[in-house]
Structure formats: C-alpha cells, structure tokens
C-alpha cells in the first residue's frame, strides 16, 4: 500500500534475485549483486502526484501532532485549575474551623478571608498560567464593597 516510509525497491530487488539466482545458476552463473536505482517517471505529473501524496501524509501527521499538543495542554489546565480549587477548599475550611461564624461580623470576616485566599492562590499560580488583571481587580473591588458594607 501506500506508505511514505516504506522502499518498494528492496522489495524488488529481493523478488529479483530470488527468480533470477536459480534461473542464472542453470547456466553456470553466479548472481553476485543487483538493484534499483532511484525510479524517476517520466511524466512531471507523476512526480506531483507524488509530492502531492508525501505532503499531504506529513499534514496529517503534524495536525495529528497539534491534536494533542492541545488536548495535553487542556489537561494541564484543568488539573491546575482543580489544584487551585483545592487549594481555596483547604484554607477555608482552615478559617472557618479556626473561627466561630455565628454572627455577621464572623460571615464577613470569612468572605474577606475567602478573597484573600483567590488573592493569594492567584499570586501563586501567575508565574505558571498568568491571568488577566482584570482578576485582581475583581478581588480588590470585592474586597472593597464588603469592607465598605461593614461599616
């Protein structure tokens, strides 16, 4: 079949000498060597047809590449970003054991704790998936409407 890696002229040359040994040997001669030099055809449409049919195998082969390039880096992504959710689970189930949250005051602490512990979780993980501004800006605005209700 058509396979780009594949050399037919060793196939040739095996098929060959296997027919040709025995029928030279019947008149006293020894086969010692034979092969195919590179096959150019003659036509020039040949030869595109040809170039046509390796690029198109290598196309293949390098979007087959990028398929999962993408789908790999998708997957880091997401297992990043369940780290980070983790991350937010653990210090807020720290906070909140560590804190008694019967009254108001208490609920608001805890909000504010949880935007610093996004704050700080987004610090942390800038240097491997930075994330637009706009994120810390959201937090300190957050931060801000809630300071500003407490009073």
Request: glycine share 6%.
């Amino acid at each position: 079949p058509l396979d780009p890696d594949r050399d037919p002229r060793e196939e040739i040359v095996e098929q060959m000498r296997r027919c040709l040994r025995p029928l030279l040997r019947s008149y006293g001669i020894e086969l010692i060597g034979g092969g195919i030099s590179n096959l150019v055809p003659r036509e020039k449409a040949v030869m595109q047809r040809r170039l046509d049919n390796w690029k198109t195998e290598w196309e293949r082969r390098i979007l087959l590449a990028m398929g999962k390039g993408r789908s790999d880096r998708a997957r880091h992504i997401e297992k990043a970003r369940a780290k980070a959710e983790l991350q937010i689970l653990h210090r807020l189930s720290d906070v909140a054991r560590q804190a008694n949250l019967g009254d108001e005051a208490s609920q608001t602490a805890l909000t504010l704790r949880f935007i610093d512990c996004l704050g700080e979780i987004v610090s942390e993980t800038d240097a491997q998936w930075p994330l637009p501004e706009s994120c810390r800006k959201t937090l300190a605005r957050l931060r801000g409407e809630i300071e500003e209700g407490q009073r």
